[in-house]
């Protein structure tokens, strides 16, 4: 395989101007340079980007689609040019550190034609990744990499192929497990989602709870996964797992009532299209270390 064409595409709400520059910034010193990059105010004007060289294609939305929706409006536009092989997409608080990042995202995609997902380790500026940062259940190594079941949305990498195959984002969801989705879907269409830890997103540490909306949709976004993408014979199963893990980590009741209120809703309305995954799929994950119902 050829050499594949980066495009770059970064959503903001506006209100970290500063980090988008330092982020355009690191971009422009990459040693490989992508053929476009895309900037989405989400619900917000964009002001210029000098700090960038290139030229950004900035698009301005009149309403906030969320995270999943906004980074669908800039694959579109990707899309659109037809000079974009591999999409990366960041988030506008991250900071990329090493300047070879972007090479060896395209050595990657080169070497392995059937690599649809490749996802980037997330530390603070103190080197710590967070347990929640690695995709994995035995997550106390962040620098051990290898094939996957899930990935992280704050810095990846997608081929446009397997997204013209699978699909794009999950818009609906808003906020939460879009990823979760999109890994799925992967899978079961027989692509390949690698965690590369050399892949360095300097990221502040924060907690997803930060979003009032968070108990809410995780709960609503978790019922929508299931009745989306799973065998009927494991929806229960993987409901009941996570129902039993929130009831464990949660210390507000407030956040419960909130998940309460989310759960019942993820049944009360549409999740969009049911295609489960097949059951090769489920051993496949099963066999990669994280079966569909953790």
């Given at each position: ?8 595409a970064i959503v ?38 000098p700090t960038y ?168 976004n978790r019922v ?71």
């Amino acid at each position: 395989m050829s050499e594949p064409r980066l495009g770059v595409a970064i959503v903001t709400m506006g209100n970290r101007p500063k980090d988008v520059d330092a982020l355009l910034a690191a971009v422009a010193k990459q040693d490989v340079a992508p053929t476009r990059l895309v900037v989405v105010g989400n619900g917000t004007p964009l002001p210029e980007f000098p700090t960038y060289p290139g030229e950004v294609t900035a698009i301005e939305l009149d309403e906030n689609l969320g995270c999943p929706g906004g980074r669908n409006v800039a694959l579109s536009r990707l899309r659109e040019f037809g000079d974009v092989d591999v999409a990366i997409e960041l988030d506008d608080d991250g900071l990329l550190v090493d300047p070879d990042a972007f090479r060896t995202v395209q050595r990657l995609f080169t070497e392995d034609a059937r690599l649809g997902i490749v996802g980037f380790r997330i530390a603070d500026e103190h080197g710590e990744t967070q347990r929640r940062h690695v995709p994995r259940l035995r997550a106390k190594d962040p620098m051990r990499g290898g094939p996957v079941t899930s990935f992280l949305g704050g810095a990846h990498a997608f081929s446009m192929d397997m997204l013209a195959q699978t699909g794009d984002w999950p818009a609906d969801f808003f906020f939460t497990h879009e990823e979760t989705d999109l890994a799925w879907r992967a899978l079961d269409a027989g692509w390949k989602v690698l965690y590369e830890p050399s892949l360095l997103l300097q990221h502040p540490k924060t907690s997803p709870a930060r979003h009032a909306v968070y108990h809410r949709m995780t709960a609503r976004n978790r019922v929508w996964i299931a009745r989306r993408r799973l065998p009927l014979p494991l929806i229960p199963l993987y409901l009941t797992v996570w129902t039993l893990l929130t009831l464990a980590r949660t210390r507000s009741l407030g956040g419960l009532r909130a998940w309460a209120g989310g759960f019942v809703e993820g049944f009360r309305t549409s999740g969009g299209e049911r295609r489960p995954m097949r059951w090769a799929t489920v051993w496949r994950m099963t066999r990669l270390g994280r079966p569909p119902l953790i």
